[in-house]
């Protein structure tokens, strides 16, 4: 069964920086990508990014709202995948989910699992 | 960015009820869409992807279909377990982008 668990959410000042972990079980990790979505408090999904497997090069897709404060990596000895935020802004608040990313055919990736989320507060 | 319309936001429907959810993208997608189901305070729940491929252990009621930029989510015979809210997602190109979410309620 994949399991993918994150952690490392809580209340942080504007500005600071918080690093996200996403423990993963269940499947092979290094041959899958991952990618981070995220819900603001009442709101609705939003992708954060994506990365790759080795395979592919483990590179690095973003949106634009965090391009350039988050960087996200992966640890395929430790089968965890990593969502580093720095400068966080209020509007950063959101329950953060952890994917695993597959290739449908020679066409796209579709996330078909995914974890129960953390929360992440920015907050003075 | 693509933008995904997705209507109607709010539809109230009975138990047995037919209903169908529309997912419009403002530029062609190919079959890249998948849609989800989401139940609060719960993570989204992959139901079909590439448009009309329903994920394994989902119900046979959902189905998905296209045609041109539109998409459509049908649920054949809406059971208690259905209220929820829906998401369209396009994975035609970065950044993905997702619909408002249409949100079925019991009437």
């Known amino acids: 069964e994949v399991q993918l668990v994150e952690s490392g959410g809580g209340l942080v000042q504007p500005g600071r920086s918080l690093r996200l972990s996403c423990t993963t079980s269940g499947f092979t990790f290094g041959d899958d990508a991952m990618s981070w979505f995220r819900q603001a408090p009442g709101k609705g999904l939003e992708w954060v990014g994506f990365i790759r497997s080795k395979a592919f090069g483990g590179t690095t897709e973003y949106a634009a709202s965090v391009k350039g404060r988050f960087t996200i990596s992966r640890d395929d000895s430790k089968i965890i995948a990593y969502l580093q935020m720095n400068g966080l802004k209020t509007e950063d608040t959101a329950v953060y989910y952890c994917t695993r990313v597959l290739l449908v055919g020679s066409g796209t990736y579709y996330p078909f699992d995914w974890g129960q989320g953390t929360l992440v507060t920015v907050s003075s | 960015d693509i933008q995904l319309t997705q209507s109607p936001s709010f539809l109230s429907a009975s138990v047995g009820d037919r209903v169908t959810i529309t997912c419009r993208a403002s530029q062609g997608i190919s079959s890249y869409l998948a849609w989800y189901q989401q139940k609060p305070g719960k993570a989204p729940k992959l139901l079909i992807y590439?448009?009309?491929t329903l994920q394994s252990g989902v119900p046979s009621r959902f189905s998905g279909s296209e045609s041109g930029t539109e998409f459509t989510l049908t649920i054949s015979s809406l059971q208690p377990e259905d209220f929820a809210t829906y998401y369209c997602q396009q994975l035609n190109s970065y950044p993905w982008t997702f619909g408002q979410g249409t949100k079925v309620e019991i009437k």
């Open positions: 590439a448009a009309s």
